[in-house]
């Protein structure tokens, strides 16, 4: 995608899953790319990879200023980086909110607080990593469906304040995708196998969703074809959540 060259791209939790698969997709687009994680994969280059505990404000401010200093200033944010917690409400203690709010939350925040005067100059595009689960609560993760609206919420608000500055901020809503988190989510049914294979019947597509289905999306949304488009909340589902409960093949 010729929009990508040469961009220069903040990408967080780029070592494994959707984010390893961003990082991917941005290199092979010919992007400049930091990203971060709390442990370094072996095999990221020409990748720059921090080491990074996003709950701690320190850690991105070291973030930023690296990413900056290897590629000169930044272009693209991809929000990626998140924490998936399988409690109800009554079941969450307070170090499982400080986990998984200081990551999918304030960390999705300050990073773009850090990251936006940087781009007021020249503009930029700004991707966070939302779900269906923001409207479509899934069973037992009680806050992690609550952290998903505050990134739908943030990324409109981001689009009308700085729109005006060439920032452009657009969301991604991942359906069930192949990655660990999704298995976690599975592995709450009694049967995990039976509940992926159901899962797979009530999705359209016929198919899980793969890390590539959400990273070609966002490739598209941080490059210059999509210089018209901002504010949105993009579903990348399969279109599981656009139909019925019933699936009459299923009986």
């Known amino acids: ?105 304030a960390a999705v925040f300050r990073l773009c607080r850090a990251v936006l005067p940087i781009m007021s100059g020249s503009g930029g595009a700004i991707v966070n990593l939302g779900s269906i689960s923001a409207d479509h609560a899934d069973p037992e993760m009680a806050i992690y469906n609550a952290s998903k609206g505050f990134v739908h919420g943030l990324t409109r608000s981001i689009a009308v304040d700085h729109g005006a500055q060439g920032i452009r901020c657009n969301a991604v809503c991942p359906g069930w995708i192949m990655t660990e988190m999704a298995d976690a989510g599975f592995d709450l049914a009694q049967d995990p196998a039976a509940a992926r294979r159901d899962a797979v019947a009530r999705t359209p597509a016929g198919r899980l969703g793969r890390p590539e289905d959400v990273a070609n999306l966002i490739a598209w949304l941080c490059g210059d074809e999509a210089a018209f488009v901002t504010g949105q909340c993009y579903t990348v589902d399969g279109g599981l959540t656009v139909a019925t409960p019933l699936r009459p093949t299923l009986f």
């Open 1 to 105: 995608m010729a929009g990508l060259s040469g961009k220069r791209a903040l990408i967080t939790g780029g070592g494994r899953g959707i984010g390893r698969a961003i990082v991917d997709r941005f290199l092979a687009d010919g992007a400049q790319v930091v990203t971060c994680g709390r442990g370094a994969p072996d095999d990221l280059a020409p990748a720059v990879f921090v080491t990074a505990d996003l709950t701690r404000q320190q850690d991105i401010d070291t973030l930023v200023r690296r990413a900056v200093a290897e590629m000169g200033g930044i272009d693209i944010l991809v929000n990626n980086a998140g924490v998936q917690i399988e409690k109800t409400v009554t079941d969450t203690t307070d170090a499982d909110w400080d986990l998984l709010m200081g990551v999918n939350v």
